[in-house]
């Protein structure tokens, strides 16, 4: 996949938050694919998701304001 066009906003080693992540974006019409670079044999690893160059700083903006897993 080619990412040059493509910022990576968040990086989690768990598929839920991710996707959590993902959907409220998407909620807020923001396209956003999670790349997952866990290892299949060992489960350890990342997920990352990327939005768009054009929308980077918006969606940094919603993930550090609007979204906590703490």
Do not use: C
Not at 6 to 29: C, N, R, S, V
Not at 45 to 56: A, F
């Amino acid at each position: 996949m080619v990412l040059d066009n493509w910022l990576k906003i968040y990086e989690t080693p768990f598929a839920h938050q991710a996707e959590i992540m993902q959907g409220y974006l998407e909620q807020q019409d923001i396209a956003a694919v999670i790349i997952n670079k866990q290892d299949s044999s060992y489960h350890f690893g990342r997920y990352e998701l990327y939005v768009s160059l054009k929308d980077g700083i918006i969606a940094q903006t919603i993930i550090a304001n609007e979204i906590s897993f703490e």
